[in-house]
């Protein structure tokens, strides 16, 4: 069974631009999340996904968004890019079925923004 | 406010040594996870826990849910044991909730 895959692995923006990264869930999950790591805040929350509906949000801006397909595959958004948003960004995918779905993660974008 | 304290923050070990990462967190819970983190960023979920204790392999995970305290012990550590073990929790009882993290005990195992 294929983990889960973010693309791409790399990418260096400008203040200013746009970025939109892409997860593929483990066949079957219909839940994807979405998470910032920095060194300074560790990991944090930024949105779920549970069947095309976002089921939670955390604590970010409204430059960041995010979206789900019917496939579950998700993306997320980050627009008017700022420094602070240089952050290795990380997608997990669960069949979503209460606080027992073991999560699997993918091995993240590293985003930096220049 | 949920909050998750890990301790230590930084720990190096001789290889074969007992390891203990201790986590707190201040509200009830419907579960806690145990992430092991390489360089590179990967993550993988170690165990996911709600009472009692789990057992996989040299890797050890407790829970006292009334101290709101956890523990992940790993017997006779190895270098490859070396990565970032981070705590996480869902708050509440509807499972649903996002998780909230600690701030990662960063592991080194010397030969």
């Known amino acids: 069974k294929a983990g889960v895959t973010q693309t791409p692995r790399y990418l260096i923006k400008t203040r200013g631009q746009q970025v939109t990264l892409s997860c593929s869930p483990i066949s079957g999950h219909r839940s994807v999340s979405w998470y910032q790591q920095t060194p300074g805040q560790g990991l944090q929350f930024l949105f779920e996904?549970?069947?095309?509906?976002?089921?939670n949000k955390g604590n970010f801006p409204g430059r960041f968004s995010g979206r789900q397909f019917s496939n579950s595959r998700s993306e997320m958004n980050v627009s008017t890019l700022e420094l602070g948003d240089s952050a290795l960004y990380l997608c997990a995918s669960s069949s979503g079925q209460g606080a027992f779905s073991p999560l699997h993660f993918g091995n993240g974008t590293r985003l930096t923004v220049t | 406010k949920n909050e998750v304290e890990q301790s230590p923050q930084n720990l190096t070990a001789q290889e074969g040594e007992f390891i203990t990462i201790n986590c707190s967190y201040s509200v009830g819970i419907s579960a806690l996870h145990w992430l092991q983190q390489h360089p590179g960023g990967g993550i993988v979920s170690l165990f996911m826990?709600?009472?009692g204790k789990k057992k996989h392999g040299r890797l050890i995970a407790t829970i006292n849910i009334q101290e709101k305290h956890s523990s992940l012990h790993i017997t006779a550590s190895h270098p490859r044991d070396s990565a970032v073990y981070i705590c996480?929790?869902?708050?509440?009882?509807?499972?649903?909730?996002?998780?909230?993290f600690g701030k990662g005990t960063r592991l080194s195992v010397i030969a």
């Open positions: 996904y549970f069947s095309e509906t976002q089921r």
């Open positions: 826990l709600s009472s």
């Open positions: 996480a929790v869902r708050s509440g009882d509807s499972g649903n909730t996002p998780l909230v």
